[in-house]
């Protein structure tokens, strides 16, 4: 059986937990940011946990991650 090889472009976007979840950054922070509030901004720095209905699609293309 070969290896399965990695998504890269996945791999770069998310990072695996102390117990297993899968953390990604949020959306919407790239431009168009006048508009937006300090408030909402701000809250999109923070990183946050992947759905879990995403979760076994993402592990299938990062198989060692």
Do not use: C, E, W
Request: net charge positive; aromatic share 4%.
């Amino acid at each position: 059986m070969p290896k399965v090889k990695t998504k890269k472009s996945a791999a770069k976007r998310f990072k695996v937990t102390g117990t297993g979840k899968l953390k990604r950054m949020k959306a919407y922070k790239s431009h168009i940011l006048t508009k937006k509030s300090a408030k909402r901004k701000r809250n999109l720095r923070q990183a946050t946990i992947t759905d879990s209905t995403n979760v076994k699609a993402m592990k299938k293309i990062m198989p060692y991650i």
